[in-house]
């Protein structure tokens, strides 16, 4: 370990020499924009740009169509009357979101992003928005009415409301009575 320090260090002075920096000049990072020079090549060569590096990975990198997930933004709140869910779903009409509501108190919400038609002579920048299918799906508690849920978009937010149920009409989980048979010489056999 200690050789390595020393041979890093021993090596960075090296390449001050090298690279005819004066102090006084200007700093290391310098060194390393020096177009042409030895010292950037190889730095640039081992140590990438990182940003620039992020900047192509959109491009870069080929993407299934049918597996492409895009990513909803979700708030879930419950007030004393009502939970309310918003989903971001900017740029999206109504028609392109399906609400779903199954037995089993799971309220599911899913579309699909379409990508916008590359024509020919266009020269794309940057790609970005995300695009693709989407679903999002959520438990609700044993407080809610889901006969009651309305749903409304406005300016690329989803909002759905359900009403939550009095107390009084809240149902708890049912009660199952076990059976067993005794047998007639008064112990107990399991079936």
């Given at each position: 370990?200690?050789?390595?320090?020393?041979?890093?260090?021993?090596?960075?002075?090296?390449?001050?020499?090298?690279?005819?920096?004066?102090?006084?000049?200007?700093?290391?990072?310098?060194?390393?924009?020096?177009?042409?020079?030895?010292?950037?090549?190889?730095?640039?060569?081992?140590?990438?740009?990182?940003?620039?590096?992020?900047?192509?990975?959109?491009?870069?990198?080929?993407?299934?169509?049918?597996?492409?997930?895009?990513?909803?933004?979700?708030?879930?709140?419950?007030?004393?009357?009502?939970h309310?869910?918003?989903?971001?779903?900017?740029?999206?009409?109504?028609?392109?979101?399906?609400?779903?509501?199954?037995e089993?108190?799971?309220?599911?919400?899913?579309?699909?992003?379409?990508?916008?038609?590359?024509?020919?002579?266009?020269?794309?920048?940057?790609?970005?928005?995300?695009?693709?299918?989407?679903?999002?799906?959520?438990?609700?508690?044993?407080?809610?009415?889901?006969?009651?849920?309305?749903?409304?978009?406005?300016?690329?937010?989803?909002?759905?409301t359900?009403?939550?149920?009095?107390?009084?009409?809240?149902?708890?989980?049912?009660?199952?009575?076990?059976?067993?048979?005794?047998?007639?010489?008064?112990?107990?056999?399991?079936?």
């Open positions: 370990m200690k050789q390595t320090s020393l041979a890093l260090l021993g090596l960075f002075f090296v390449t001050l020499f090298i690279g005819n920096i004066k102090t006084t000049e200007g700093s290391l990072p310098s060194a390393f924009d020096t177009p042409g020079s030895l010292l950037s090549d190889l730095w640039r060569d081992r140590f990438p740009d990182p940003f620039r590096v992020l900047e192509q990975i959109p491009l870069g990198l080929e993407r299934d169509q049918s597996l492409a997930l895009s990513p909803v933004r979700v708030d879930w709140k419950e007030t004393p009357e009502e309310v869910i918003r989903l971001d779903v900017p740029g999206m009409k109504k028609d392109e979101v399906k609400i779903e509501v199954e089993n108190r799971v309220v599911r919400v899913s579309g699909e992003r379409k990508r916008e038609e590359e024509k020919e002579g266009d020269h794309w920048h940057r790609v970005e928005r995300s695009h693709g299918k989407f679903w999002r799906q959520f438990r609700m508690p044993d407080n809610v009415d889901l006969d009651s849920v309305k749903a409304k978009l406005d300016n690329g937010v989803l909002t759905i359900i009403n939550k149920l009095s107390q009084d009409k809240v149902k708890g989980p049912r009660v199952v009575d076990i059976a067993f048979e005794e047998d007639q010489t008064g112990k107990v056999s399991s079936a």
